[in-house]
């Protein structure tokens, strides 16, 4: 179950926690007759999903993040593993190593492709 609380008076946003015992807390926005936004096109629509692709992070979290790269247009693919890291100081000195070697235009992957290889250049990109 969801709980919820508004930002204040006319707010347009509202903070929802989980009350599985979750600590996610995030915001989302809703219309002004106080009814949730569709998420039908959400990314992440629910809850369940949430949790789903969280767990699939933490079991395999290399095939994650490969699966998020496939997503995006890279001028030069990652030369090594997608991700390598320690954070435990008894093994050495900590780092993170993410998609070694990859080359990307992040404006192209946020806002250009969209334009030229889905033809969205009518519709609005963000709306604040």
Not at 91 to 96: A, E, L
Request: charged letters at 25%; proline letters at 5%.
């Amino acid at each position: 179950m969801l709980n919820c609380a508004t930002l204040g008076p006319g707010s347009p946003w509202r903070i929802q926690t989980h009350s599985s015992g979750s600590r996610l807390t995030y915001f989302s926005a809703f219309s002004s007759d106080d009814t949730d936004v569709s998420t039908s096109d959400a990314h992440v629509p629910d809850f369940n999903s949430y949790l789903e692709i969280y767990r699939k992070s933490l079991e395999d979290p290399e095939a994650f993040w490969k699966e998020v790269a496939d997503e995006f247009f890279w001028k030069k693919p990652a030369t090594g593993p997608m991700l390598q890291y320690n954070f435990d100081v008894t093994k050495g000195s900590v780092y993170i190593k993410c998609m070694e070697g990859a080359k990307t235009n992040m404006c192209y992957n946020v806002l250009d492709r969209h334009v030229k290889e889905k033809n969205l250049g009518e519709k609005v990109a963000f709306h604040w």
